[in-house]
């Protein structure tokens, strides 16, 4: 028998604070977080200013205005607090899961050990905990929460026919697609849903839904026209037809089999290289086990006639469509936040096989006591993961000694700690094994130019303007290269590089007018030091003071 509803929300809520109470003491982490939340100067506080900027420019590579206001929000009342933005983040995940419960006990779902099943695996499953702990990932459980408030008013809609259903409905569907694109899946599997409930194409219910679909594609084009020209750390590997097919299989594959087998978490999956499409053993048994499953839905959904497997599978296809790398955007070719939601679809149809092949209630039972049972202690290990940087990257270097990315990440941590024989091992490696990448070349060549070894440093810092010749960061620490060789008129000609790239960055503006200054050009230098102090750079005011002095 079902617990009660109120009995059951308290135990979700215990259940979630105890699988993730690690990320209550976590801070932010140097994998996305300074681009969304530590140097984004447009979240600082809520203004009309702020707001249309987040609403009307591109701020990163993802249309998100929503998560961006959350965040606003977050930090006017709180400050930059990388606890109040985990415990957000928490509190929504708990929310959402209680959210989920109220749609699926609308949906008349009998059976109270397919609830419970589905609710251990999005309340608990380990990976979800990218989405839940990882600061950036806000825009995943706010997203869910307005896609579940859409669902919910959906089905009120379905049962009372009331035109203020159906309004808050569109409504939450906005508001989740402009918290995270991956909504606009909303409106095809409504459609999914109504000719199944039907058991036919209605298209006076289906037309309802028209608005939604005009959302979808507009947010598609948007989301497009911001990924677009977005070159970082994508994958540039050509792939032929039949590794493309190969490796899409494999994707689909992890998505559906991972949720029951959660071991081995890494944050970054990187494309394999072309002639590891067909080699690698975890790409392989994922393509099997995805055709595997393919051939079981096709006996049981179309043989034996049971449909809802049929519109289960389908509607986690649609779910999963627009984050399938078919076209690389990224440089992982899978990604653990993407389970955020998904993670039902696989548990219900899995479920339902058992069902048709008569399974027992006691197997169920146990299958449902082994997961909470296992869960909750690999929930709360990954959340420790997301305690810092530190223990992220070096979580994926244990995972993967050749994460290139995480190497350079973590040695840029200790860049930024003046921790300099702790990163040049490991930006050194970096660059050994992504040699192509600028940003590795920069970070290196400043962990060099902090411990006397300059000329090797001017020697990365030009292969990384080779490889970007906009590289504002590289073309200023060559210029302060050649400050600590004592050649003035090289590290002004550097300087004034990076000035004509960005002419409004602060730290490039000090730099070019302290060398002004340096070389004896006092009324430039003046000039560029008033106009850094005007963006914000504290060192220039303290300089100009010990000027007047």
Not at 65 to 90: C, D, K, Q, R
Not at 375 to 385: E, G, L, R
Not at 502 to 530: I, Q, R, W
Request: overall charge positive; hydrophobic content about 45%.
């Amino acid at each position: 028998m079902l617990l009660h509803k109120k009995h059951l929300s308290i135990i979700i809520i215990i259940l979630g604070i105890i699988a993730f109470y690690p990320v209550l003491s976590a801070g932010y982490v140097n994998y996305d977080d300074p681009d969304y939340i530590i140097n984004n100067q447009h979240i600082a506080e809520l203004s009309w200013n702020n707001i249309r900027h987040v609403f009307l420019n591109k701020t990163i590579d993802l249309y998100i205005p929503f998560t961006f206001l959350s965040y606003m929000i977050e930090h006017t009342l709180f400050g930059e607090n990388a606890h109040i933005t985990h415990l957000v983040n928490l509190l929504l995940h708990i929310f959402n899961t209680l959210l989920l419960l109220n749609i699926l006990l609308k949906l008349s779902i009998k059976n109270e050990l397919l609830i419970y099943l589905i609710l251990i695996f999005f309340l608990l499953n380990p990976l979800v905990t990218e989405s839940v702990c990882w600061s950036t990932e806000r825009k995943d459980v706010l997203y869910t929460m307005f896609y579940f408030l859409a669902g919910i008013q959906f089905l009120n809609y379905q049962n009372n026919l009331k035109t203020k259903s159906s309004i808050l409905c569109f409504l939450f569907f906005v508001c989740a697609c402009l918290s995270k694109p991956m909504a606009i899946s909303f409106p095809i599997i409504a459609i999914i849903y109504l000719v199944y409930r039907h058991q036919k194409f209605n298209f006076k219910k289906i037309s309802l839904l028209i608005p939604f679909i005009i959302v979808s594609i507009t947010i598609s084009i948007i989301s497009m026209v911001f990924i677009e020209g977005n070159t970082a750390q994508v994958s540039t590997i050509n792939y032929s037809l039949g590794e493309r097919g190969f490796l899409l299989l494999s994707q689909l594959g992890f998505y559906f089999i991972k949720p029951f087998f959660p071991i081995q978490q890494q944050l970054i999956y990187f494309f394999p290289s072309s002639s590891d499409v067909f080699q690698d053993s975890s790409i392989i048994a994922y393509a099997i086990g995805f055709l595997a499953i393919c051939c079981v839905l096709y006996y049981f959904g179309i043989k034996q006639k049971k449909s809802i497997l049929l519109f289960l599978f389908v509607s986690w296809i649609i779910f999963l469509a627009p984050i399938l790398q078919i076209v690389p955007n990224t440089h992982s070719y899978v990604n653990e936040r993407y389970f955020y939601i998904s993670i039902i679809f696989p548990v219900i149809i899995i479920y339902h096989i058992l069902i048709y092949i008569k399974a027992s209630e006691k197997v169920f039972r146990l299958i449902c006591i082994t997961y909470l049972i296992a869960f909750i202690p690999m929930c709360i290990k990954q959340s420790k993961v997301w305690r810092d940087t530190v223990s992220l990257f070096e979580h994926e270097l244990k995972m993967n000694p050749k994460n290139h990315l995480a190497l350079n990440n973590l040695g840029y941590h200790y860049n930024t700690e003046q921790n300099f024989h702790r990163s040049l091992p490991l930006l050194q490696k970096a660059v050994y094994l992504h040699a192509s990448n600028a940003m590795y070349l920069n970070n290196y060549a400043w962990a060099l130019s902090q411990t006397q070894q300059t000329d090797s440093a001017i020697h990365y810092l030009k292969s990384a303007i080779k490889i970007d010749t906009t590289y504002t960061e590289a073309f200023s620490n060559l210029g302060i290269c050649y400050i600590q060789k004592q050649n003035g008129d090289s590290a002004l000609k550097y300087f004034k590089k990076a000035f004509d790239i960005s002419p409004n960055n602060a730290d490039v503006v000090y730099n070019l007018g302290v060398c002004y200054f340096n070389t004896k050009h006092p009324s430039e230098a003046f000039e560029m030091l008033n106009k850094a102090k005007a963006l914000g750079n504290p060192k220039a005011e303290k300089f100009l003071k010990r000027l007047k002095k």
